[in-house]
């Protein structure tokens, strides 16, 4: 395996990745499943019934690409907090049961997803994922059961870039999200930040990997 095939991609919306990724799915069809995925039900899909995650989950659980439950979370964006919470406490208790860490969508609710992951999985690993919210870095890292994971917009937001500097490398993991920019110009991007060579990086974040996901 290359360096740059070692790049670990902690969550992508991408079907088509040439990285070591973890694809985010939203239902199960049988067959066509990445070889290394996620399954959750985003917060503003409050719709979604409640019985058919579990036989979701229930089907997807002897898959061994099934390494994380996400993107799940909550969103001060949306109006249907009760039902968001609901949602999410439901799939929180999934990760728990199924020990599996979670990928979590936080939209101006952090102390809220945090009391109820500590409530519902405490022993479950938390990746706060897309993180651009700097203002709040130290409490997130004060939480020890909480990951960072950062995407592109760190190439050019600064305050996100100061952010970095204070995320220890067993605190973080690198993704591609939705965006179209290329995983390993955040890799550089990152690495220039902390001011460290790409391949320690790259080797910090596949040791996080394979401790969090069990991921080979």
């Not at 204070?166 to 920019?181: A, K, N, Q, V, Y």
């Amino acid at each position: 395996m290359s360096d740059l095939e070692k790049l670990f991609d902690s969550h992508t919306h991408h079907l088509n990745t040439n990285n070591r990724a973890i694809v985010q799915i939203t239902g199960f069809s049988g067959e066509n499943l990445p070889p290394h995925f996620s399954f959750g039900i985003h917060p503003k899909e409050t719709h979604f019934d409640l019985s058919k995650i579990t036989e979701i989950c229930a089907q997807l659980k002897e898959k061994p690409g099934f390494l994380a439950i996400g993107e799940i979370g909550l969103d001060m964006r949306y109006d249907s907090l009760q039902q968001q919470e609901e949602l999410y406490t439901f799939q929180l208790k999934l990760a728990a049961e199924y020990r599996k860490p979670l990928i979590l969508h936080c939209v101006n609710s952090w102390d809220r997803c945090r009391f109820l992951h500590e409530r519902h999985a405490p022993e479950t690993t938390l990746i706060y994922h897309g993180f651009n919210k700097s203002s709040i870095v130290k409490q997130v890292l004060a939480y020890p059961k909480s990951m960072i994971s950062i995407g592109e917009s760190v190439r050019s937001n600064p305050a996100l870039q100061k952010a970095v500097l204070e995320i220890p490398p067993d605190r973080l993991l690198l993704e591609t999200d939705m965006g179209e920019g290329q995983l390993i110009d955040t890799y550089r991007a990152v690495a220039e930040i902390k001011s460290i060579s790409l391949q320690p990086l790259i080797d910090s974040l596949d040791q996080n990997a394979k401790r969090i996901f069990n991921y080979e």
